[in-house]
Each structure stands twice: as structure tokens, then as C-alpha cells.
């Protein structure tokens, strides 16, 4: 791929402006709190597309065409039934507790919770996963502008995460966020070209039906047994495994997210936040699913598609997205795309460090380490512990250079924090008796479990340290199994020590736990500020199209 | 003019215009006629949607600066 001085021209202005929001931002950060939290002081359409934004980073981007080559239409799932429905389970039920006990991050709401050890070991291994999130976001950027561009491995790495570090650096969480909104328009706008360019030269739907499998065409076809649809998972696993535990552990638990809608006004504004921003969401699958799709018909109608083959000799179908920028942008356009999957990466890792530096500040350093300093001193801790990330994150870029295994493991390490995790939120926000050293070992066993069914079991020649019970017929079934049986382990063992334990008080339990806490009264407003009514729109429009793509 | 820069529909609708207009000119250069006309109109789309977001940055909620 050879870039002109048009396209060089759009992404030097693209870094422009994004160092340029930061640089406005500056001298509006004076304590800590600005610099962390925004001071809760962010407007509801900038607070919900940020909050998919932070979710639309490099693994998304690529990751989700990948999947619409390798699995077709099914790969939705991931959004309407792997996203939406957890994203207005947030807003309706969980978001009144996060934002009502003025917790600054999960970890820190567990602590009311629960414990402080509960929330120290909560933060501990989320600031390792956003770390490790970050870097594979650096690693993979620079890994795809060498293969695409032909640019030096090294420069991409600091380059990108020199421009992360300014912005960050500069104007804090709310530079990040603001920088996240104009990603999400760029990504949009850069992508969505490339599907009309697509869709026409393939000749509409009915060159997509009469040149794609049409196994690839459908949401729910198939899904009795894992054996007979694309994603080899069954619907059970799909169901409980990725809509309940998995979703639910991600968009209701992880901070990166939360935190997005934690920064909005008021608690109706942060209840909206995920609601409304489930309406792109939907459609989402439109920009990142469709040009995998598309790809398909484009090889069977055109020659030149073909996907290159990665180190291990299997089709490499991450670069499904840079074959068909090249093949289907002229240049000019294909600045603002290689722009948008620059933007894709930057605002994954941007997103990672800001959620990285607010635990480190709040429930480490702030717990830990120095108490009851002043807003100014958090403030330093805070912009240090930006540098640290980007240090770190760079350094992990380069170990996973030498590691081409690495990125299965972080995905991995997702499903082993996140999915227990659900379990532990669950019990904790509907079930009083919840103890604290219930959550704890739960939290432990759970991600015990998680482990120990990897070490057990393989897909795609994946997992089996220890030894192989028994093979799965995908990755993506795999990591759907271990999710539920992470989540009801770390459940079980929950609820099965919270009996013999003892809880707390009722009254340290108020604003923390649905049974004790005052129900929202929204019914005198409008329709669309009434957080239920919009969720049930969403809901009906999640239901028309896995009907209409059945 | 300057106080608009803390409005982020503002900078956005700036950002878009900005590449809208380098579309379109180079659009002007494009040895093929296909790729020109996907410039062109790839620019055009964006200096309206630049249009817009600059537009509402004017009107008359204000609450939503930086």
C-alpha cells in the first residue's frame, strides 16, 4: 500500500488536533479529581459515545471484520447479544449504585461493597489487564503499519504512544474522552465509505446472496449443536456463556467502560449513558462486520482479494480491513481510513491508561501508599502514573513482539478476571447476606476455575497445560465455556461461604444493594429521559433484527 | 471565535471541514474518473456533516462546552 502526501497530509492533521484538545484542555485541569474524574461534569452525547468508543479499539476494529470473514453474520452476536443487552441491564439497574455511592472506580465501589481486600485484588489485576490491553493495542499498531506501510516498527510504537502521552497527559480523562468522540466519527465516517464501495461492487444484497455461503448469512441457524453453524459454539454456551457471563462481565464491571458514564452530570444522565449509546451499538455491525462479509463475495467475484497467510501458514484474517482499504480506497480517501485505524488503536490505549492511572491513583496509591494528601499532590501522582502507563504499555509492546502467543493470553486473561467477576457484582448489588469473605474467595475460585478449564482443555491447538479432557470445536467456544463455568464457581462459592460468614450491617449496606436502596421515581419525565422506556426501545430494536436475520 | 474552540462540536465539525475540503480539491488531481468521484463525494458528505456539527456548535445550548 502506498500512501500520498494527501493521505500523510490527514493523518498529520488528525495528530493536530488531537494534541490540540489537549493542549485546551490544560488549563482546566487544577486537581486531581479534574485530571481523574472529569468532576462528573460531561454532557450525555459526548459521555455515550465515548463509552463505545472506549470499547472500539484496535481489537474491535480489526478483530470484528476478522470475525465477519471467519464466522459471517453470526459475528453479530457479539453486539446484540454480547453487548446491548448488558449495556441496558447497566443503565436500568446497576448504574444507580455505581453512581449513587460516589464510588470513583469499581474497585473503589467494592470496597464499600465488600472489603478492602476484595478491592485491592480487583485492582490490582485490572491495572494489569489495562497494561497489558494497552501494549497489545501499541504492538498491534505498529505491527500493522509495518505490514501495510512499509513504516519502521519503532518509530509507529513511539510516535503513537508519544501522541497518546501528550493528550493524556495534557487534559487528563476529559482529553481522552474528548479525543474518543472525534475517534468514533472518524472511525465512522473513515469505514463507512468502504462498505458502499463494497456493497457496489459486489452488485448490492443479491451479489452478497448469490457469492457468500449462505451458512454465513444467518444469526441463529444452526445453532443447536456447535457442529453445525461458522462459529462452532452451540446456543447454550452462546447464550449463558457470552450473553449473560461474558457481556454482563464486561460492560457492567470493567472500569474502562464504567468509567465513561460514571464522568456524565447526574445519575439520569449516567443511567442513559450506556442506553442510548446501545442505539450505535446496534448498528455498529454495519462498519465493522459487513466489510468481512463483503470481502467474501469480492473474493469470489474478483481476483486480488485474497487474504496472506500469517507466520503459523493460516489465513491471516486480520487483515481483512487493510486488504480492502487498499483494494477499494484511491488515495485521499484511504488517508482518512488508515486514519480511522489509527484512531482505532490510539483510543483502545488512550481509554486503557486512563482507567489505568485512576485505579493506580485511587485504590493503590491513595489506599496503600499516602493518604489524605492534598488535590494537588494527586494531581502529580496522576500525570505520573500517565507516564508510567505509556512507559509500560511500550514495554509490553516489545515483549509481545517476541511472543506471538501473547495476544491469546490476554484474551484469556479477560475471560479469567472478568467473567467471576459478574458473579461477584451480581451477588453483591441483589443479595444482601453477600459477605465480604464470600466475595473474596469467590472472586479467587472463579478465576482459579477459569484457569484450571484452560489447562484442561484445547481448541485450535490452544490450552491444555496440564492436560486435554476434552477439545472444543473453536477458540470462541472455548472462551464461552470457561466464562459460565468461571462465573458459576466463583457464584457458588460466593454464596456458599456468604452462609457461614458474616455479612455487614444493613445500614453501611444502603445505596449499595437493590433491596436497601430507595427505587428511582422517573416516571413523571418524557419518554426519552425516562432511562426504561428507552431501554425498552432498544431492546425491540435488538429483537427486530435477530428476528429479520434469523 | 476563540471560545469556540472549547465547543467539541466545534473542533469536530473544524476537523471534518478541514478534510472535506483537502477531498474535494484533491478530487480535482484524481487521474481516474472513479476515484476522483469517490473523493469528491467522500468530501462533500464530510463538509456537511462538518457543516452540521459547526451549526448546532452556534445554537443555542451552550452546556455542552469543553
Not at chain 2, 11 to 31: D, R
Request: one cysteine or more.
Amino acid at each position: 500500500m502506498h500512501l500520498h502526501l494527501v493521505d500523510y497530509g490527514i493523518i498529520g492533521l488528525y495528530f493536530l488536533f488531537v494534541i490540540g484538545i489537549g493542549f485546551l484542555l490544560k488549563k482546566r485541569i487544577k486537581t486531581g479529581n479534574d485530571f481523574l474524574m472529569s468532576t462528573r461534569n460531561i454532557p450525555l452525547w459526548i459521555t455515550s459515545l465515548a463509552f463505545i468508543s472506549a470499547n472500539l479499539g484496535a481489537q474491535e476494529v480489526l478483530g470484528m471484520a476478522a470475525n465477519g470473514a471467519k464466522y459471517g453474520l453470526y459475528t453479530a452476536h457479539f453486539y446484540w447479544m454480547g453487548a446491548v443487552l448488558a449495556m441496558l441491564f447497566l443503565g436500568v439497574f446497576m448504574m444507580p449504585f455505581y453512581y449513587g455511592s460516589k464510588a470513583r472506580s469499581v474497585p473503589e465501589f467494592l470496597k464499600l461493597r465488600f472489603d478492602e481486600k476484595t478491592r485491592t485484588f480487583n485492582a490490582l489485576t485490572f491495572a494489569v489487564m489495562t497494561i497489558f490491553s494497552s501494549g497489545i493495542s501499541l504492538y498491534a499498531l505498529a505491527m500493522l503499519m509495518q505490514t501495510i506501510l512499509g513504516w519502521d516498527f519503532n518509530v509507529s510504537i513511539w510516535l503513537a504512544a508519544g501522541i497518546v502521552l501528550a493528550y493524556t497527559f495534557l487534559g487528563g480523562l476529559t482529553s481522552a474522552v474528548y479525543n474518543e468522540v472525534l475517534q468514533f466519527f472518524l472511525i465512522v465516517l473513515g469505514i463507512a465509505p468502504l462498505v458502499y464501495i463494497g456493497f457496489h461492487q459486489v452488485g448490492g444484497i443479491d451479489g452478497i446472496l448469490a457469492n457468500v455461503d449462505n451458512a454465513k448469512l444467518h444469526l441463529w441457524k444452526g445453532m443447536s449443536h456447535a457442529s453445525t453453524n461458522p462459529m462452532g459454539t452451540d446456543a447454550f454456551s452462546l447464550i449463558f456463556g457470552l450473553g449473560f457471563v461474558l457481556a454482563f462481565g464486561y460492560w457492567c464491571t470493567d472500569f474502562l467502560v464504567v468509567q465513561r458514564a460514571m464522568i456524565s452530570h447526574n445519575l439520569n444522565d449516567a443511567r442513559r449513558t450506556p442506553i442510548i449509546a446501545a442505539l450505535p451499538k446496534i448498528f455498529m455491525p454495519l462498519i465493522v462486520i459487513v466489510p468481512g462479509i463483503l470481502l467474501l463475495a469480492l473474493q469470489k467475484e474478483f481476483s486480488g482479494f485474497e487474504l496472506p497467510l500469517n507466520t503459523n501458514g493460516q489465513t491471516d484474517y486480520n487483515m481483512v480491513l487493510p486488504l480492502l482499504l487498499s483494494k477499494l480506497y484511491p488515495s485521499g480517501i484511504l488517508g482518512v481510513g488508515i486514519t480511522a485505524l489509527i484512531a482505532s488503536f490510539m483510543s483502545g490505549m488512550a481509554g486503557n491508561v486512563t482507567a489505568f492511572n485512576t485505579v493506580f491513583t485511587f485504590d493503590i496509591y491513595q489506599t496503600h501508599i499516602k493518604k489524605n494528601a492534598s488535590e494537588k499532590h494527586y494531581l502529580y501522582v496522576g500525570k505520573a502514573t500517565t507516564v508510567v502507563g505509556i512507559l509500560l504499555s511500550i514495554l509490553t509492546a516489545y515483549v509481545a513482539r517476541g511472543f506471538n502467543s501473547i495476544m491469546d493470553l490476554l484474551q484469556l486473561v479477560f475471560s479469567f478476571v472478568n467473567a467471576p467477576l459478574f458473579a461477584t457484582f451480581f451477588l453483591g448489588m441483589f443479595w444482601k447476606k453477600t459477605t465480604p469473605n464470600g466475595a473474596f474467595w469467590g472472586l479467587l475460585s472463579g478465576t482459579g476455575a477459569a484457569a484450571l478449564t484452560y489447562s484442561l482443555s484445547t481448541a485450535e491447538g490452544k490450552g491444555g497445560w496440564i492436560a486435554n479432557l476434552h477439545t472444543f470445536y473453536s477458540g470462541t467456544s472455548q472462551a464461552f465455556n470457561i466464562a459460565w463455568i468461571a462465573f458459576v464457581i466463583c457464584f457458588v462459592i460466593t454464596a456458599v461461604i456468604s452462609f457461614v460468614t458474616k455479612p455487614k450491617p444493613e445500614n453501611q449496606l444502603v445505596g449499595l444493594v437493590y433491596s436497601l436502596t430507595p427505587r428511582q421515581r422517573d416516571k413523571n419525565r418524557v419518554w426519552y429521559r425516562n432511562p426504561v422506556w428507552l431501554a425498552i426501545i432498544m431492546l425491540l430494536i435488538t429483537l427486530f433484527f435477530n428476528i429479520l436475520f434469523y | 471565535m476563540m471560545n469556540k474552540f472549547f465547543d467539541l462540536r466545534f473542533v469536530i465539525g473544524i476537523f471534518f471541514l478541514a478534510v472535506g475540503i483537502l477531498l474535494l480539491l484533491y478530487s480535482f488531481t484524481n487521474p481516474t474518473v472513479m476515484h476522483a468521484a469517490v473523493n469528491r463525494w467522500c468530501g462533500i458528505v464530510f463538509m456537511v456533516f462538518a457543516l452540521i456539527m459547526i451549526a448546532l456548535a452556534f445554537g443555542k445550548n451552550q452546556a455542552d462546552k469543553l
